[in-house]
């Protein structure tokens, strides 16, 4: 069953780690994934992975942490493809600071990439949902660090995705009215470039978060198979609703 067929879905992040996940889970369920990312070399040998496997892939660069950037990439979005259907933020820096250490650098760096971004790319997707008049599906990808599995070093990044939080309650609100939801995913520990190089050798990773979870350890896929049923036309009336997937963290 192609629940997705026909439906374009922009991915940010789907160069590497979980976005690899989400894009491979999305083309599977029948999507026209576009792999928007920073990375273009790797955005643009995933969108071939893909491809090579018989799914509908293409890919867009795009630096979040610039307006220019994101206003083209929809654009190009649009198209050659036309209005995105779904939206997935999952992009996102996490590097580790102590919190005795923090710079005001780091903290702009970071909210610039993680929830200035998405706030900007949300609202250019949602202007093209809105004129395609078809409804339309964003998820964020936050993380369980705002319900405790947490590590040292993560104030900043842990304030960028509360911010990223709030975006989507009040998203949901405003486009409620066009039949456009919006979700957010909180991935538990999953090992992928970003997370394995975060504390930079120098911020060593304890707290709560270091805590085994129950059912093991998560894989990209397994976050993205909570973005498909946000995603899918079924969940058209689930909106503002937030779902932990981090393998029975808050049970271990
Ligand atoms: N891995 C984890 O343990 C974990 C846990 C909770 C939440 N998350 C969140 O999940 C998301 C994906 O994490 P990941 O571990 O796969 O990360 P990752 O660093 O392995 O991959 C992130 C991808 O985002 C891209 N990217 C980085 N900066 C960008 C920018 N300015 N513009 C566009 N693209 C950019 C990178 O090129 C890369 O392809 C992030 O938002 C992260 O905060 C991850």
Redesign the pocket.
């Known amino acids: 069953m192609s629940e997705l067929a026909g439906k374009v879905v922009l991915v940010?992040?789907?160069?590497?780690?979980?976005?690899?996940?989400i894009a491979e889970v999305l083309a599977e369920a029948g999507a026209s994934v576009v792999i928007?990312?920073?990375?273009a070399a790797?955005?643009q040998a995933q969108a071939a992975a893909l491809a090579s496997r018989g799914h509908v892939a293409d890919w867009l660069p795009?630096?979040?942490?610039?307006e220019a950037?994101i206003v083209a990439c929809v654009a190009a979005c649009v198209s050659r493809h036309g209005a995105p259907w779904g939206l997935v933020?999952?992009?996102?820096?996490?590097q580790r600071q102590f919190l005795l250490d923090g710079t005001a650098e780091f903290w702009d760096r970071t909210h610039?990439?993680?929830a200035r971004?998405p706030f900007l790319l949300t609202r250019e997707a949602a202007r093209a949902m809105v004129s395609a008049g078809g409804g339309g599906r964003i998820v964020n990808?936050?993380?369980?660090?705002l319900i405790g599995?947490i590590i040292n070093g993560l104030a900043v990044?842990t304030a960028?995705?509360g911010a990223?939080a709030g975006l989507g309650l009040a998203a949901a609100m405003e486009l409620a009215p066009h039949g456009i939801t919006v979700n957010t995913v909180?991935?538990?520990?999953?090992?992928?470039?970003?997370?394995?190089?975060?504390g930079d050798g120098n911020v060593p990773a304890e707290g709560p978060g270091r805590r085994r979870p129950a059912l093991g350890m998560?894989e990209?896929r397994d976050?993205a198979a909570a973005v498909r049923f946000f995603v899918s036309p079924a969940a058209r009336f689930v909106t503002n609703q937030t779902i932990a997937v981090d393998a029975g963290w808050s049970v271990s």
């Open positions: 940010t992040g789907g160069a590497a780690g979980i976005g690899v996940g928007a990312d920073i990375d790797g955005a795009l630096d979040l942490a610039d950037s933020n999952n992009a996102g820096l996490q610039d990439v993680n971004g990808i936050a993380s369980a660090a599995s990044y960028s995705k990223l909180l991935p538990g520990g999953v090992m992928t470039p970003g997370s394995m190089a975060a998560c990209p976050i």
